[in-house]
Structures are given as C-alpha cells and as structure tokens.
C-alpha cells in the first residue's frame, strides 16, 4: 500500500519533470545559441554549427561594455522602462478606480476607447508622432524629440491600455461594500485608496508594472524613430549593429545577453507577483 | 455630483496623455487618409483625393493577401500557445519541489526584446550557418530553407511567436487556474465525470473569461507584430510573412506613400476593433452574467 | 615616365601645400568659426566605418579647432532614410547635415532638400577654407551636382561593386588543368557570362566532390530585403546592356511597348541568368543581403562574386574577420557583348559606382557652421587617414598616397582598378523617385528568386507596375 503511493508520487513528479525539462530546453536553446554566437569571434561566426562553446571571444563582451554610447543607452533603457512603469500603474489605477467606482456616463465607451489605443498598426503613427515631437511640442530650443521623457509619455500609449485592462478586473473584485464600510468610518476618497484600494490591488499593480516595463524596454520602432543620440534605448542600439559593411552578430549577441540580465534579476524578484496579478478579475468566487 | 468629479480627476491624467499620444495622431491619420501624398510625387504636398486611397484599397490584392496572411498566423499562433499554455500551467498549479526554477526558466523569452529575437532566431536558421536546418539535413535528411520555402518561413515565425508569447499565456492561465473556485470541481468528480468532462463541461466554462482575456490582448499584439518578423524573413520569401504590420510600415517608410499607408492603417485597425469588439462583448456578457 | 613625373610633382605639391599651409590653416579655421564655437551639429549617417572615422576621429579634431562640437547619429541602413527624410519633409530642423546615399540624391535634388553648397560657398566667402577645393574630388563628386554644376554634397565614401574572385584557386595548376580539360578554355576571372557561369558550375562540383564548404559564385538573392533588387538592377542588368533599371528616361516609362528596357529580352535573359547562379551558390544566398554575401566571401565559401567595395579591403587584408586574406583578385565584372564598347564611350555602364556625401539639409538651423565642417572633411590633409580607416576614396591625390598604395597591393589591385577604370561604373539612375519604383518592382524580383514566377512574368509584371507608380507619382502622364 504504502509503496504503491510512493510509486505513484514519483510517476506523478515523472511525467512533471519530463514536461518541464523539455519545456525548459525547448525555450533555453534560442537563448543559449544567442550566448553562443556572442562567444565567437566574426572569423569563427561561419564555422560549422556547434553548439559546445570551443572557445569564449571575450573582445565581444569588452568592446560592448566599455562602449560609452551603448552604456548610455543601457541606462536610457531603465530609466525609461522603469519611469514607464511607475508612471503607468499610478495612472491605471486611477483611471480603473473611477471607472469601477463611479458611474461616470460612457464609462464602458471610454473604458473600450483606451484598450483600441494598443491595437494600432505603429508604422504609421510614426510620422504624426515625428511631427508632434519635433514640431508640436518645442519650447525654444528644447524639443521633445530625444528625450527620454518623450519615450516615457510615449509609452503609455500601448502600455497604459493594458494596464488599465489587467487593473480593472482586479478593482472590480474588490468588494465594494469594503469601500462603503470605510466611508461610514469617516475615510476620504484618498484613504481608501491608500487603506484598502492599493493593498488590496497589488499583486495587480506589480503585474502592471512588471509587464508594462518588459514592453517598454523592448519596444524598437518607436524609439528607433524618435531618439537619436541623447535618448537612445538599448534595443534601438542592437539595430546598429546590421550595417552595409557587415553585421557584428557576436557583439549584438553579448549585447543582447547583457540586456537580459537587469530583466533576468528583475523578474526573479516579483515573481510571485505575476501569478496573483493576470486574473484580470475574471474568475470570481 | 462632486463625486463625479472626482471621478474626472483620477480619469484624466490617464485621458489626456492617451489624448496627446493616441488620438492627435490618429486624427492626423483619418485626416491624411483623404489626401494623396507621396513625399516624392512630382506635385509636391497633399492632393485631397476622397476616398480614392480606399476605393485602391480594396481592389489591392497583396495588401488584402497581406491581411488574411496575419490573421491566418495570429489565429495558428495563438491557439497553439493556448494549448500548451494551459498544460504547463495545470502543471504549475500543483506544488513540486525546483517549480520556482522551472518557473523563471519558462519565462525568459518574454524579457527578450522582439528585435533580438527575432536576430537570434535567423542565426539559428538561417541557411548555411544556422544550427536548425544543418542539424535537419544530417539527422532527418530534410531540407529546409526559411528564405526559399514559403510554408516553411511561415511556420517558423509561427513557432518564433510561440516561443516568445507562450510563456505569457502560461501565466495568465496560471492566474486563472489558481483562482478557480473548489466547489464545481469537487461536486463534478463526487458526480463521477472523468477528467475529460470535468475539463470541458467545468473548468473551460470557469476559466472562458480569462481565455477571452488572453487572446484579446494577444490577438491586438499579433496582429501589429514588426520587429521579429521583420528581422527574421524581412517579410520573405517573396509575401510569405509580410505581415500587415510589415507591409504598412514598407509603404510609409522606404516608400513614403503617407496618404495611402494612412488610410491602409486605419482600415487595418479597424479590422482589430471589430474583432476585439466581438471578443470584448463576449467578456462582457460572461462577467454580467456571473453577477 | 609622363605619368610618374606628373605624380611626384603632384605630391611634392601636396606635401608642400600642407607643411607650409598648416600654421595658416589652424588659424584660418579658428578665425571663421568664432561667431560658430559652441554650436552643435547634429547629423545621420550609417554606422560604418567611414562614418564611424568621421564622428570619432575627424569630429574631435573639428571641435579642437573650432570650438564646433558635432555628433553624428549611427543608425541602420533602413533608419537612415526614414530619419532624414522625415526631418527634411517636415522642416523640423533636427539634422544639420545628413548622408545622401548616392542613389537617392537625385529625389532629394528633386524635392530641393538640400542646401546648394557650391552656391553658399560664393555667397559667404568668408567661410570657404583655402584649402578645400571641389576640383579635388573624383568624377564622383559628379553625381551630386545638379544640372548647373553645382555641388549639394560633399563626398564622403565612394566604392565601385567589383567581381571578386579567390587566387588561390583559380591560380591552382591542378584546379586549372581540370577545368581547361573540361570546359575547353584555361580558368580565369569570368569575363562572358557563360564563364561565370561555367565556373560557379565546376567549383560548386569541385565542393562537392572534396566535401568542403565551397560554391561556385556569390549572388545577393535576399528574398525579402532590397538588396536583391540592387544587385540585379543595378549589377546584373547592365553587364546584359540594361541600364537605368531599364526605365527610358525620356519619357518615365519601363514597358517595351511604352519605349522602355525592364522587360526586354535582354532583362529576362539577365533575371534568368542570375536566378539560374542560385543553383551554383551557397544555401545562405536567399537570404543573403550586402553584408551578407561579403560574409559568405570571407568565410571562403564562394570562389567568386560580385561584392560590394566597401568590403574589398577588409576581405583582402583583415585577418580578424576573413578567411581568404592574400587570395582575393579584383576584376570588371564579366559582360555580354557590346558592353564594354558602350561603357568606354559613356553611353553605357559595366557596374554600379557606389557611395554617398554629406549634405545640408535647408531646415538646418546652423548651416554656416555645418560649412565648415563639411569643407573640414572634405580637405586633402584627412583623405589619406580616413581612406585607410574606411577603405573609401573620393579624392583623386589619395590614390597615390603610400598608406593607400599599400592597401591596394594587398587587395590586389582594387585601388588601381577603381582609379583607372572607375569611369567604367556609374552611379545609380538620376531618377527623381527611388524608393518608390524600387518598391514596387522588388516583389516581383523576390518572387523570381524563390521560383514562384518566371523570370520574364517577373519582369512583365514589374515593368507594368513600375509604369503605373511614376504615372501616380506624376512622372511620364
């Protein structure tokens, strides 16, 4: 009896672990083959493929880190994500919590209106976007073209739909009467928030923020349109590599693998969070 | 009244940027739209030509081939990422020793910006040099080539999306499993179904919601996906992954036919409302209905 | 003997001019960028090495002297266009100066984008540097002048796409007796078409039958990306007697029966042609886009091909990159005949000269201090330096200096040919679109490369569809 149960256990844990070995080479092998070719020199780049890392080329990963333009373009890159971020779960979960708490005319027109904003094509919101930034917003000589807060408001534009989607269904689900209790208490709009709203919404919130800043600071053709020196992002950075003399593969590759280490340490942190946070409210007790 | 207010307050902020970023330009392209304009026509500036960018529209083939392709690579795309999303997730659902590792592993694909994705895959196979189609004519003797063979493109950047949007819907599907109320499980298995049946009469009912959810946001990234496949295939061979988000970014930019890359991009959009309409009202009505 | 002496009088000329003139010059440059120091120029260029020369190198030197700081955006190719184009139809100002490819100048000359140097020059003389001179430059200073003769940009790099092919093999007395044995004619760069094609045939079998990692030729065939729409049109094409992409510039038409050349018999025999090369060229080629096919080259998987000449030099010579250092000829691409009667007597072209120039966008808001700095690049003193730096030649005394004569002994010859018979190529067509025909004409070419049409479909369609884009565009009504 006792070891039928064990058996099971472990034919159980088996087929578990065989799932998530594969699972996990499957997803580890575009990653790895990226280490790989950051590790080869641009002669050894068209060598047979081989997949045992023969010999590490550290010039790749020199060159690159002690590349000043493309240190500030890794720090453009967190302040702009991170920024992005923040600005956007404070400004969804406003708009969620009016748009849950109040009967405001309109408010599933409006509420559908901010999620159409992520569904455009960006190719052509470039050239309105160019003019805005370069003509529209200037103050003397200050521009908003090439700074990072432009990137940063930018952003919201598909970052703040999604948010306020995965926000909404959190605040739905917390219970109104919670509110309504608080307020016989005496609370204000602002200690509710503060008291029961945010503590209640943070796993959504750290959802938010967490996926608003993967696509920030993955975000190209913005940013490859609207910055040039100043306000450059990493990934932008990554296209300067594929140039008419040649493509540096093995530096892009270091590149690359170096931008994925703030995100690698960065999501091991919060994720405990994700899960809590993607129900969009949707499932219901 | 004064609540109302404040209601405005907290909306606005979040209005007006969306305002600014959103609307201005979607304005400008509504307005453009009407207009011929290519930056190197021999009559310089915006020709208003009504609706003669939308009646081209329609007769042109490549862009409505175009249209279909994406639809055809979203739906394949994400019904296959729906399907193992939801098996890894009901693995992850249950407690088992190293799950946190698994965990981080499985998600390491969303943190890679498209671009490099899109790099890293054409070095895995491109021909030539890349390991998957050098490795598939050694061991299987099958020749693949993503720049000559149509179908074959195609279906790698399907199996790209898949391996960099899995992970996504994994989670939210985690999310939504982990949420599921006991009882309607519970009372089915005590009411003898198999696992079958408690899966398609109990749980896909509970967790519809929070799919509907997950295609509707990954339907409105897939259906404007560039960077990947752009740096993949370039939109080869030929048309077959020129995608809608390609084909109108060849036409504003190498191109500079603004006027009917404008009115290209609007019906474009508006092709992703309407479905995502159809798939909102869908939500909508589930959530009614649970109140 | 003429010649030589010429030569030396010429550099002592030049040596002289810059010993005796420097002092001078330091102070001239100071003196006519006082009213400028403290500005930034801001510019867009490609991130290659001559660009790269310019903004770490030259730029530096230009702010040490001047007080003028410039920094120059490094983008992709793509980028490149969108940007300055964008910044120019707008009139935002944000680009001093931007880099004009050289098949593009004509449409920005058209839209009458950049600013006329050779007139601004006259108009504040006391901005022009004595030692900057438009009659330094090669005849391909040339293509950015418009029909008055005066210059809108001043040339920054300038290659010809040459015929490349491997030493080592074709100088191999075993691999020569094979192929004598078999083909019936001693092996030597391809000068005919069947050549080519007759070599790509045998060393693709010589690959094969040695089981190495060897094709007989390179072709440029990505097919998604513009780069095999250039290479056919532009260097396929014309060794058939096809030139200008085959658009009659008389009347902007591309159709035979309209009086154009895109889909004559001479074009499809060329789009057949080349196609055909895929079967002798390695599997990559399909995918292969400029860089790409110097990669391949390098690697030593080709024993033959055209290649850009930007790529030449480091090819030949850079051991860090390329596997075939020491065994890479230079020649003029193989041609049908006739063809190089019509070159020689400028009614014709055996290849595409290549390049671009910096400019002066009129939306610049500094276009004085933008002068000067384009006329600081453009001085004989720095030529030498940067043509090392960059492989790229645009003045006609920097081919005689010792850092390039040692270069062009290593490439075998590629300097030599590009000065001697650098007249032969010519630049893209001064069509006032571009991109836009390009666009439009480019999915048929990729449709040919995959096989999904024939060659003559291909072109049939593509001239009918070129027609009817320069009528939208309102060229040829």
Not at chain 1, 75 to 94: D, H, K, M, P, Q
Not at chain 3, 28 to 51: D, I, M, Q
Not at chain 3, 287 to 298: L, M, P
């Amino acid at each position: 009896m006792q070891q039928s149960k064990t058996a099971r256990k472990v034919g159980k844990y088996a087929t578990t672990y065989g799932v998530w070995v594969l699972a996990s080479i499957i997803t580890l092998l575009p990653i790895y083959w990226m280490i790989v070719i950051s590790a080869r020199s641009r002669v050894e780049l068209f060598d047979r493929p081989n997949f045992i890392i023969q010999s590490f080329f550290e010039e790749n990963y020199i060159n690159t880190i002690n590349d000043p333009s493309l240190q500030k373009y890794m720090v453009n890159s967190i302040v702009v994500a991170t920024s992005n971020a923040v600005l956007v779960t404070a400004l969804a979960l406003l708009a969620t919590y009016a748009l849950s708490r109040w009967r405001l005319p309109g408010a599933d027109n409006i509420f559908f209106w901010t999620i159409t904003n992520r569904m455009a094509p960006p190719a052509v919101f470039l050239l309105p976007l160019f003019l805005l930034f370069t003509k529209t917003f200037r103050y003397g000589d200050w521009i908003l073209f090439d700074t990072r807060i432009g990137l940063i408001l930018l952003y919201c534009v598909f970052n703040l739909p999604f948010s306020i989607w995965v926000l909404q269904g959190m605040i739905d689900g917390i219970p109104i009467e919670l509110d309504e209790a608080a307020m016989v208490d005496g609370a204000g709009t602002g200690m509710i928030l503060r008291r029961i709203i945010i503590p209640l919404a943070a796993p959504g919130m750290a959802i938010t923020a967490i996926l608003s800043w993967i696509f920030a600071w993955n975000e190209y053709l913005f940013a490859a349109t609207l910055t040039s020196v100043k306000a450059r992002t990493i990934t932008t950075g990554l296209a300067e590599f594929v140039t008419v003399t040649g493509t540096n593969w093995g530096e892009m590759a270091a590149v690359a693998t170096l931008t994925l280490i703030p995100s690698l340490a960065f999501i091991s942190f919060v994720q405990r969070y994700i899960v809590m946070g993607l129900t969009f409210g949707a499932v219901k007790e | 009244m004064r609540q109302n207010r404040t209601a405005w307050f907290f909306l606005s902020p979040s209005l007006i940027i969306l305002f600014i970023v959103g609307l201005v330009p979607f304005f400008y392209i509504l307005y453009v739209g009407f207009f011929d304009w290519n930056a190197f026509s021999l009559q310089k500036g915006m020709h208003y030509a009504g609706l003669e960018n939308y009646r081209r529209l329609v007769f042109d083939q490549p862009f409505i081939n175009s249209l279909l392709l994406t639809f055809r690579f979203a739906v394949y795309a994400i019904l296959v990422q729906l399907v193992i999303g939801y098996v890894l997730a009901n693995l992850l659902a249950t407690d088992f020793p190293g799950k946190w590792f698994f965990r981080v592993i499985h998600t390491i694909p969303l943190m890679v910006a498209p671009l490099a994705v899109g790099a890293t895959w054409r070095l895995l196979t491109i021909p030539g040099f890349g390991p998957v189609p050098f490795y598939l004519d050694r061991w299987f003797d099958f020749e693949y080539s993503i720049s000559a063979n149509a179908s074959q493109a195609f279906w790698t950047t399907v199996i790209m999306d898949v391996w960099h949007w899995t992970p996504f819907v994994t989670l939210t599907m985690l999310a939504g499993l982990t949420a599921l109320p006991r009882e309607p499980l519970e009372q089915a298995l005590v009411d003898g179904a198999n696992r079958l049946q408690v899966f398609w009469y109990v749980k896909v009912p509970l967790l519809r919601p929070i799919i509907l959810s997950t295609v509707f946001i990954r339907l409105m990234d897939a259906l404007r996906t560039v960077d990947e496949v752009w740096m993949l295939t370039g939109g080869g061979p030929a048309a077959a992954t020129r995608y809608t988000g390609l084909y109108i970014w060849r036409i504003v930019f190498p191109k500079t036919d603004y006027g009917y890359g404008s009115a290209m991009s609007l019906l474009t959009l508006y092709f992703t409302i309407l479905i995502s309409w159809l798939l909102y009202t869908a939500i909508g009505q589930q959530r009614r209905g649970e109140r | 003997m003429k010649k030589l002496i010429t030569l030396v009088v010429l550099l002592a000329v030049v040596s002289g001019f810059g010993l005796t003139a420097n002092a001078q010059d330091d102070n001239w440059w100071a003196t006519a960028a006082a009213p400028y120091a403290g500005v930034t120029l801001h510019g867009v260029s490609e991130s290659t090495p001559p660009s790269n020369y310019a903004a770490d190198v030259l730029a530096p030197q230009f702010e040490a002297l001047t007080g003028i700081k410039v920094e120059l955006e490094p983008t992709s190719w793509d980028q490149m266009y969108d940007k300055a184009i964008k910044d120019m139809e707008a009139g935002s100002g944000i680009y001093d100066f931007v880099y004009i490819e050289q098949d593009i100048v004509f449409s920005y000359l058209a839209q009458d984008y950049l600013v006329d140097l050779t007139q601004a020059l006259v108009d504040h003389p006391e901005l022009a540097a004595p030692d900057f001179n438009f009659d330094d430059f090669t005849t391909f200073i040339d293509d950015f002048k418009n029909a008055e003769g005066h210059v809108f940009g001043v040339p920054m790099e300038a290659f010809v796409k040459i015929y490349l092919y491997r030493t080592d093999l074709f100088g191999d007395p075993e691999i020569q007796a094979a192929f004598e044995a078999e083909y019936g004619y001693p092996l030597a760069p391809a000068a005919t078409h069947q050549q080519h094609e007759d070599i790509a045939k045998f060393f693709t079998e010589y690959g094969e039958e040695n089981d190495l990692d060897l094709w007989g030729t390179t072709v440029q065939a990505a097919s998604g990306h513009s780069s095999s729409f250039y290479e056919f049109f532009e260097s396929i094409a014309p060794t058939f007697g096809v030139y200008n992409w085959g658009i009659n510039e008389e009347n902007w038409k591309a159709t035979v029966e309209n009086g154009g050349q895109m889909n004559s018999d001479a074009a499809k025999e060329a789009l057949a042609w080349w196609v055909s090369l895929l079967q002798y060229a390695p599997p990559e080629s399909t995918a292969s886009t400029w860089d790409e096919v110097a990669a391949t080259f390098a690697a030593g998987r080709a024993a033959q091909g055209w290649v850009y000449g930007e790529n030449t030099a480091w090819i030949a010579s850079d051991p860090d990159r390329s596997q075939v250092v020491g065994q890479v000829g230079v020649a003029i691409p193989p041609l049908a005949e006739g063809v190089m009667e019509a070159a020689e007597a400028g009614t014709g072209y055996v290849g595409y000269y290549d390049g671009g120039a910096f400019g002066i966008p009129h939306s610049s808001k500094n276009i004085e201090a933008t002068l000067l700095w384009l006329q600081f690049i453009g001085q004989p003193s720095v030529q030498p330096e940067w043509a090392a730096a960059g492989s790229r030649i645009v003045h006609d005394a920097t081919f005689d200096d010792p850092l390039v004569v040692e270069m062009d002994a290593q490439t075998n010859g590629y300097y030599t040919l590009l000065q001697e018979q650098g007249y032969l190529f010519k630049g893209a067509p001064a069509h006032p679109f571009h991109a836009q025909v390009r666009s439009v004409v480019e999915p048929f070419i990729w449709q040919a490369i995959v096989g999904e049409i024939t060659a003559a479909e291909a072109l049939d369609q593509a001239a009918a569809a070129a027609d009817e884009e320069m009528a939208r565009l309102g060229y040829g009504q």
